[in-house]
């Protein structure tokens, strides 16, 4: 065999990894193994392209990659699990935009004159999609890192100013496609930069992870226009294997919220919101706030309490203090379980992992469809730091911005228990009908204090 | 149309269906880890980038390179970790808390704490 067929058997190698390791992630017990397999097919996939023929400046690239590792392995390993979000979408965002970087200077290296129109029109397919999942995911960065708002920004003519560089792209497109002008492909790359922007500014916060995840699908896209660009079949296969799963799990994450894809990248959801929650108004209405004594001691008599995490006890870092609190309820013989939203958190899933992170055994945790028939004999809902995954308006408001979302059924309990900071509304900004509901007690402060004041009365009890 | 066109073009709609079907049954509460170690394999564009880099010959297209493989290095290495890192909280248990019951839950959590730690 020569050489070169013995590098393209271990590429195959490498996809096959990547295939099994798609697969394996399908299951808890599995999914370790197949990160691990993942990434043992790129290094082998790395590996063997040292010894292609061809490949100078090693030590360049060996430079590059030091770097490279130096600043990604300390990154991924400090960052807090309640920042996973963001990190995703960094490491995305570097991706779109190595691929992007990648087609523009196989264009550059390229004799332009004799290339192929195809072979344009993949440069052209892969810096558009790579630039704008690179300038989109920076932006997701910056609204799940709170550097800016997270409500959708809008302004005057949005569509029409989007379409105007939509098409514009689309122009300086066909005038590469005519010309090969290396000047030209510099201009799409701005282009695409500003259209990530806009593509993301209009998208609410609470929306920011399924964007995460289309735009993991954009990167996937990128990647495989650059392996035709590079006639490189394992870039073909990872980059469109994460394309194709990248779009189902963003169509299965919008499922669990009950939209469409559509409507959460178009409608800008939330900007309604503030006109609506103007109207209504929490100021009327009045609440009842209660102390973590009583409500120690109403769990500590409870036979059943369902504890309904959400991004506020991830906030506070509670995840640890809702377990104490969950052994010591169950020492004395209460029957406790988690009720997981499918989008609790920031990302679908998110949840599951902190709690994880706490050593809360897999068995505790009921996903919303095995956890709602169990609600109407909970005698406590213990919502802590949730709000829009509880909030009976996505039922029964056919007006509100979240109405058709499936919700932990929280209101079916006889009592209902708020960790809340403040009054202030969830991260898609609608005001909460069931904080001022009478069987509804509100705890408020941080979620990690409160629980652990809450643990100490349970054992007093 | 060349062969080799077709060949790659082949090959893109196969794994396609591929990556649809080998995710088609992630429970929820595996949507983030798969999100990131999807976001992993993508990182597969450092090989290109290599290539690129490997290729060069003048100095922009060297800088540009250069580039290229550190932001697919970043890709390739925090992807990983990150997911990782996320799977690791999902180790199976040595117990089943679930049937010994909640009499005596101390008891059943302990063995896991200790293996975690080694």
């Not at chain 1, 050593?359 to 909970?378: C, F, G, R």
């Not at chain 2, 079907?21 to 394999?41: D, R």
Request: with cysteine; aromatic share 6%.
């Amino acid at each position: 065999m020569s050489r070169g067929t013995v590098i393209d058997l271990c590429y195959l190698v490498a996809a096959i990894g990547f295939i099994l390791a798609l697969k394996g992630l399908s299951s808890p017990k599995r999914a370790r193994a197949g990160n691990l397999l993942a990434a043992g097919g790129m290094a082998l996939a790395i590996g063997v392209t040292f010894a292609e023929p061809d490949l100078g400046h090693i030590d360049l690239i060996l430079i590059a990659m030091v770097v490279g590792i130096a600043i990604g392995v300390p990154a991924a390993r400090l960052v807090k699990m309640t920042a996973m979000p963001q990190m995703v979408a960094a490491f995305n965002g570097v991706g779109g935009g190595a691929a992007a970087v990648v087609s523009i200077t196989e264009f550059i290296g390229a004799d332009t004159k004799l290339v192929a129109t195809y072979k344009v029109l993949e440069v052209v397919f892969g810096v558009l999609v790579g630039a704008v999942s690179f300038a989109g995911s920076a932006l997701a960065f910056v609204k799940l890192q709170e550097l800016m708002t997270t409500r959708p920004v809008t302004y005057p003519a949005q569509q029409l100013i989007n379409a105007m560089v939509g098409l514009a792209a689309l122009g300086i497109i066909v005038a590469i496609l005519v010309t090969s002008s290396t000047a030209l492909l510099w201009v799409l790359l701005a282009l695409a930069l500003v259209l990530g922007v806009i593509f993301v500014l209009p998208i609410g916060g609470a929306d920011v992870p399924v964007l995460i995840s289309l735009l993991n699908s954009f990167t996937g896209i990128a990647v495989a226009a650059s392996g035709f660009t590079l006639n490189s079949n394992v870039l073909v296969v990872g980059g469109t294997l994460v394309g194709a799963s990248g779009m189902l799990l963003t169509r299965m994450m919008s499922v669990a919220m009950g939209r469409s894809l559509p409507n959460i990248l178009f409608s800008a959801f939330g900007s309604v919101i503030t006109a609506t929650g103007a109207t209504e108004g929490p100021g009327g209405r009045s609440v009842r706030a209660g102390t973590p004594e009583d409500v120690g001691t109403l769990l500590a008599y409870s036979r059943k309490v369902v504890i309904v995490p959400g991004y506020g006890l991830a906030v506070a870092q509670a995840q640890h203090a809702a377990k104490e609190l969950a052994d010591a309820l169950r020492a004395r013989g209460v029957d406790v379980f988690y009720a997981i939203h499918p989008v609790a958190g920031r990302m679908p899933g998110h949840m599951n992992v902190l709690l994880a992170e706490a050593n809360v055994p897999y068995e505790e945790l009921k996903e919303m469809d095995d956890a709602n028939p169990e609600m109407a004999t909970a005698d406590v809902a213990l919502v802590v730091g949730a709000n829009d995954t509880v909030n009976p308006s996505a039922r029964n408001m056919p007006g509100s911005p979240i109405y058709g979302m499936p919700i932990i059924d929280a209101d079916q309990a006889h009592n209902i228990v708020f960790l809340k900071r403040s009054m202030r509304p969830g991260f898609a900004g609608i005001d909460n009908d069931l904080l001022y509901d009478p069987k509804t007690t509100m705890l408020f402060g941080d979620a990690k204090d409160t629980l652990q004041k809450l643990v100490a009365a349970v054992n007093k009890a | 149309m060349t062969n080799g066109l077709l060949e790659l073009f082949t090959i893109f709609v196969l794994s396609g269906f591929v990556g649809f079907e080998v995710i088609s049954k992630v429970p929820s509460i595996l949507h983030t880890p798969l999100m990131s170690g999807s976001n992993a394999i993508h990182g597969v564009i450092l090989v290109g980038s290599m290539v690129v880099l490997g290729s060069a010959h003048t100095g922009p297209e060297e800088a540009l390179g250069f580039i290229a493989v550190v932001l697919a290095t970043l890709n390739v290495v925090g992807g990983f970790v990150v997911t990782d890192r996320m799977l690791n909280m999902f180790k199976p248990r040595q117990s089943a808390p679930a049937s010994s019951g909640p009499a005596e839950p101390e008891v059943a959590e302990k063995p896991p704490a200790d293996g975690g730690a080694a």
